[in-house]
């Protein structure tokens, strides 16, 4: 199957660097602004996860997680197929899942600037369903990504990469 699913954002290129504005030194609460392009025919919702696979072995060891969820938002509503689809920054579209602070919505990059590495690179996975997922608010990472196992059409990913003074 050809590769057609896109994310961008405005504010930077894939693996290039997240501006402050986005992350606990800019608005915490505050994500990037999002395009989504090459929707497959057939997708009837997009999810979207930003993780952080960078997280430092204490912060591993305290909290039992290997990644650290920034972002869990699901039943996005899809474009037609071939159209462009901003998801604005600070918006709230679709449905807002459970992350690793345990909140629900988006919570920007802050890698403790005391563990190595400092820099951190978080991962943004796009999915393509065929349908809506049967989950309420607040569901976990692993909850959303066990239910779309089965209707997963295509996903994307975007990387980027963010390091405290």
């Given at each position: 199957?050809?590769?057609?699913?896109?994310?961008?954002?405005?504010?930077?290129?894939?693996?290039?660097?997240?501006?402050?504005?986005?992350?606990?030194?800019?608005?915490?609460?505050?994500?990037?602004?999002?395009?989504?392009?090459?929707?497959?025919?057939?997708t009837r919702s997009l999810a979207l996860i930003m993780d952080d696979p960078d997280i430092p072995q204490a912060v591993t060891e305290a909290r039992g997680i290997e990644v650290f969820d920034h972002w869990v938002l699901?039943?996005?509503?899809?474009?037609?197929?071939?159209?462009?689809?901003?998801?604005?920054e600070g918006t709230s579209v679709g449905t807002a899942g459970l992350n690793s602070a345990g909140t629900e919505g988006y919570v920007g990059p802050c890698p403790p600037p005391h563990y190595e590495p400092r820099e951190h690179h978080y991962v943004f996975t796009l999915y393509a369903l065929d349908s809506l997922l049967s989950l309420g608010t607040g569901a976990t990472k692993g909850a959303v990504l066990d239910a779309l196992k089965s209707m997963l059409i295509e996903k994307a990913e975007l990387i980027g990469r963010y390091a405290r003074e």
């Open positions: 199957m050809e590769r057609t699913l896109e994310l961008t954002s405005s504010a930077f290129k894939h693996n290039g660097t997240i501006p402050a504005k986005y992350t606990c030194d800019g608005s915490r609460e505050l994500s990037p602004p999002f395009t989504v392009s090459g929707v497959p025919e057939g699901y039943n996005i509503p899809a474009p037609s197929a071939g159209v462009k689809k901003e998801i604005l």
